[in-house]
């Protein structure tokens, strides 16, 4: 016989089930709320760290900070860089200077008014040395060798200036007085960092102009056309140390070694932002403040930049073995000019093997690999690796060799 429940019961065991929802809520608010608050204790304390570490007066890094927390929250963050720097002058250039350069520009520009540079002093302009091995990768890469009429070398020293004359025909002295560039200058040394901020103010004051250009360090060899590759909507396209995977990502590390720049309003105001940062980061490169700036100061400005594969766009920092995709070769995380120049010999010496018998086509098995970089994994060749990151809203910087 089935036992009757009052109404007594059923009220109390409503009365039960609602208290048991009740209490389940207020669990479910309570975990929100501790979890709220950790989340806010921990990014007062990062903003505290990070003002302990950089400055708490260094506007640079705070605007920074905001804009790493906008990432987190997926916030928008709005273009603020109105001013117009269409006039600006990065230095105080002569007239004559001035006109002496866009001369030499519109020589070497291809009808895009694109114009290739690389930077030439003393040490590297030897016979047989670095200058040459640079030339000889575009009269062996594949369809490069036309892209040498487009090819302008900046001498830093009058010794680099004659030895481009005899080799090259678009040349020009960018000479500072009082410094001297003619000798090999070893990687964040006194004279390496005024030579790294003195070439990034002359690409200012190219874009003055109204020129693109792309830049490549002179120990890069080029094996196949570059422009291929560039986005024809892109401000700037950096080269990248560490690629994390996506061309946008602003957490890529990128080199100056090599970019391709357009010349408009946005790319000069950041060239000039980029170049007065030197005061801000005293003793860093303006590679190392380029990883600083960049999470603010390119959104400010509306800019877009990519950040180019190093499936592609290939380095000692990060490079992979197959020579099938390879476009440029970038003997990056290495120092001294003799580990370089060993190393580059051979990675030359691969390309010539690889196009005198290349692999079977996409279908083929065959896998052509580099030689190993040998002279410059050496721990006394290997240059410093500084890396910035941002992870869970902390700048990261790290310091290390790279092999």
């Given at each position: 016989?089935?036992?009757?429940?009052?109404?007594?019961?059923?009220?109390?065991?409503?009365?039960?089930?609602?208290?048991?929802?009740?209490?389940?809520?207020?669990?479910?608010?309570?975990?929100?709320?501790?979890?709220?608050?950790?989340?806010?204790?921990?990014?007062?304390?990062?903003?505290?760290?990070?003002?302990?570490?950089?400055?708490?007066?260094?506007?640079?890094?705070?605007?920074?900070?905001?804009?790493?927390?906008?990432?987190?929250?997926?916030?928008?963050?709005?273009?603020?860089?109105?001013?117009?720097?269409?006039?600006?002058?990065?230095?105080?250039?002569?007239?004559?200077?001035?006109?002496?350069?866009?001369?030499?520009?519109?020589?070497?520009?291809?009808?895009?008014?694109?114009?290739?540079?690389?930077?030439?002093?003393?040490?590297?302009?030897?016979?047989?040395?670095?200058?040459?091995?640079?030339?000889?990768?575009?009269?062996?890469?594949?369809?490069?060798?036309?892209?040498?009429?487009?090819?302008?070398?900046?001498?830093?020293?009058?010794?680099?200036?004659?030895?481009?004359?005899?080799?090259?025909?678009?040349?020009?002295?960018?000479?500072?007085?009082?410094?001297?560039?003619?000798?090999?200058?070893?990687?964040?040394?006194?004279?390496?960092?005024?030579?790294?901020?003195?070439?990034?103010?002359?690409?200012?004051?190219?874009?003055?102009?109204?020129?693109?250009?792309?830049?490549?360090?002179?120990?890069?060899?080029?094996?196949?056309?570059?422009?291929?590759?560039?986005?024809?909507?892109?401000?700037?396209?950096?080269?990248?140390?560490?690629?994390?995977?996506?061309?946008?990502?602003?957490?890529?590390?990128?080199?100056?070694?090599?970019?391709?720049?357009?010349?408009?309003?946005?790319?000069?105001?950041?060239?000039?932002?980029?170049?007065?940062?030197?005061?801000?980061?005293?003793?860093?490169?303006?590679?190392?403040?380029?990883?600083?700036?960049?999470f603010q100061e390119i959104r400010r400005r509306c800019l877009e930049v990519i950040f180019l594969d190093t499936q592609y766009f290939r380095g000692y920092c990060q490079r992979s073995p197959d020579l099938s995709l390879v476009y440029t070769m970038h003997a990056n995380c290495?120092?001294?000019?003799?580990?370089?120049?060993?190393?580059?010999?051979?990675?030359?010496?691969?390309?010539?093997?690889?196009?005198?018998?290349?692999?079977?086509?996409?279908?083929?098995?065959?896998?052509v690999l580099w030689t190993p970089a040998r002279s410059c994994q050496r721990k006394k060749n290997c240059r410093p690796s500084y890396s910035v990151a941002l992870v869970d809203n902390s700048i990261h910087i790290g310091l290390g060799f790279i092999h």
């Open positions: 016989m089935k036992a009757y429940a009052g109404p007594s019961i059923k009220l109390e065991r409503k009365k039960f089930r609602r208290i048991s929802m009740a209490a389940n809520r207020c669990e479910v608010r309570d975990v929100d709320v501790v979890l709220l608050c950790v989340t806010l204790i921990g990014l007062i304390c990062l903003a505290v760290l990070n003002k302990a570490q950089m400055g708490f007066n260094n506007p640079v890094i705070l605007s920074s900070f905001s804009h790493k927390f906008a990432d987190l929250f997926k916030i928008p963050v709005s273009c603020t860089e109105t001013k117009d720097y269409s006039n600006y002058n990065t230095s105080a250039m002569s007239a004559d200077k001035m006109e002496e350069l866009e001369l030499r520009l519109s020589k070497a520009a291809n009808p895009d008014r694109t114009v290739i540079i690389t930077s030439l002093n003393r040490a590297w302009a030897q016979n047989n040395s670095m200058i040459d091995l640079f030339l000889q990768s575009f009269r062996e890469g594949n369809g490069t060798e036309h892209l040498l009429k487009n090819l302008l070398i900046i001498a830093v020293d009058n010794e680099a200036l004659q030895r481009c004359r005899q080799i090259h025909e678009h040349c020009y002295l960018m000479k500072t007085e009082g410094i001297d560039f003619s000798a090999e200058k070893l990687f964040m040394s006194k004279d390496y960092l005024k030579m790294m901020w003195r070439r990034l103010r002359f690409f200012g004051q190219v874009l003055e102009t109204g020129y693109n250009f792309v830049f490549s360090d002179t120990d890069i060899l080029w094996f196949r056309d570059p422009f291929a590759r560039f986005s024809a909507s892109a401000d700037i396209h950096f080269a990248s140390d560490k690629y994390k995977g996506h061309p946008h990502d602003l957490q890529n590390s990128p080199n100056g070694g090599f970019m391709y720049v357009r010349s408009n309003q946005r790319t000069i105001s950041f060239f000039k932002f980029w170049y007065e940062s030197r005061s801000t980061y005293p003793g860093k490169n303006e590679q190392d403040v380029l990883n600083l700036i960049k290495c120092r001294g000019l003799k580990a370089k120049l060993h190393d580059l010999r051979n990675t030359l010496s691969d390309w010539e093997r690889y196009m005198t018998n290349p692999p079977p086509g996409h279908n083929g098995i065959k896998e």
